[in-house]
């Protein structure tokens, strides 16, 4: 009989958005009347659809695939096609970042990367990461027996977590804009962790998913914005919220040609070789058409059309976060980003607030203490949803707790 790995054991028995569902179903269940008056705020999906030449390179990409002078196979590198990797690099040298396009490896999206890219970390490697956090930080490190420990983001330091240099870390994941929270890294903010991160020898695995929100200049883009982040860095990043991809699955990951780690017997050993050894074995990348579509995002008209979308979700935000500025609630996020951390008014716990604003207001938000046990006593909402039921949301809000 086989063995199982038991650190699966260890895990919540559900994943957080699982648990939502079922008291969701369950209150439907019970008041199936409600059903279409229930507004979701909780998951962080987009809405709204593809910029229209996406589209377009999708359909152009998926027709050369029934040609035979134009078909395409397996990928020969298994990195994406160049195509699709020089955009990205003039997309960051439009914010002023320097980018390769050898140092970029195309994904199905930044959830992936983010759990995998630890398969080529031993598991006796103490990995940090900030509280509250996105569950697949923990998650995939605690399938795989690592010691986990955390830097607290608390409302005293604005949720966003500060490096401790009494405290040893071998990896470190950080996400600015943060999702939960919302909350970014200040260049200066950003600069003490690498410079906590060299100091350790540590490797910082970077979630830069919501980049694009971001509207503050002292806020980077990217963590190769700040100095040293080439000596201790790895970039992960999405077109899942930039673009819309949640269905279309592409991201990308960013690893500096020079990053490396010492092995076992001294020898200096290339985190980029790795990675690509590990994913030769285990991806075989992402289709044709969909990086055909990913390429057209960073042309000047996707960038002008996905704008339109992105400034869609920051009025949202915006919206959320007046209305919280009304009612005297404490929160992160909404500037920056698309999440508005708020803190649970009435001193109610995350899942009673959820419960309470469910059964309501039929408003679907997400209980902070799914994130850690720092984001007991907040709760978070998206501007991912339409705006006429934002504002509705935001009205039943305002009325049950004005």
């Known amino acids: 009989m086989p063995e199982l790995n038991e650190n699966f054991l260890k895990l919540e028995k559900n994943y957080l958005f699982i648990n939502i569902a079922k008291k969701i179903n369950a209150f439907i269940e019970a008041n199936p009347e409600k059903k279409d008056n229930i507004i979701r705020m909780g998951i962080g999906d987009v809405t709204l659809p593809l910029a229209p030449c996406v589209v377009e390179a999708v359909k152009k990409g998926a027709e050369e695939m029934g040609v035979k002078e134009t078909f395409k196979g397996y990928e020969d590198s298994g990195t994406g096609y160049d195509f699709l990797k020089e955009a990205i690099s003039e997309y960051y040298a439009s914010f002023g970042t320097i980018v390769k396009p050898s140092e970029i490896r195309i994904s199905d999206g930044a959830k992936s990367d983010c759990g995998n890219i630890v398969d080529i970390f031993g598991d006796n490697n103490v990995v940090l990461i900030t509280d509250p956090a996105y569950p697949v930080y923990v998650d995939s490190n605690l399938m795989s027996g690592r010691k986990v420990i955390y830097a607290d983001c608390t409302k005293e330091?604005?949720?966003c977590a500060?490096?401790?240099p009494?405290?040893?870390a071998d990896l470190i994941y950080l996400c600015s804009p943060n999702n939960p929270t919302g909350a970014a890294f200040t260049t200066e903010q950003l600069k003490a962790?690498?410079?906590y991160a060299i100091a350790e020898k540590a490797i910082i695995i970077y979630d830069a998913a919501y980049e694009a929100?971001?509207?503050e200049d002292n806020v980077p883009r990217s963590i190769f914005a700040v100095e040293g982040a080439r000596k201790c860095a790895i970039e992960i990043c999405s077109l899942s919220k930039t673009a819309g991809f949640t269905g279309l699955r592409c991201g990308y990951t960013v690893i500096p040609e020079d990053l490396e780690v010492?092995?076992?017997?001294?020898t200096k050993v290339n985190i980029s070789q790795i990675w690509g050894r590990r994913q030769g074995s285990k991806f075989n990348g992402v289709s044709y058409p969909v990086q055909c579509g990913a390429a057209a995002v960073f042309s000047a008209e996707g960038r002008e059309q996905i704008k339109v979308n992105l400034e869609y979700y920051k009025e949202n935000a915006?919206?959320?976060a007046s209305a919280l500025d009304d009612l005297g609630i404490f929160y992160t996020g909404g500037k920056n980003s698309p999440y508005i951390w708020l803190e649970c008014p009435k001193g109610m716990g995350s899942w009673e607030f959820f419960d309470y604003l469910l059964t309501e207001a039929n408003v679907v938000g997400t209980?902070?203490?799914g994130f850690g046990k720092n984001g007991e006593g907040f709760f978070r909402l998206t501007s991912f949803g339409d705006r006429d039921k934002t504002i509705e949301a935001v009205g039943r809000i305002k009325a049950l707790l004005s």
């Open 157 to 159: 330091n604005g949720f």
């Open 162 to 164: 500060v490096p401790d």
């Open 166 to 168: 009494d405290v040893h």
């Open 193 to 195: 962790w690498i410079d």
């Open 213 to 215: 929100f971001i509207t």
């Open 262 to 266: 010492e092995a076992s017997d001294g």
């Open 318 to 320: 915006r919206i959320i």
């Open 367 to 369: 209980p902070g203490a």
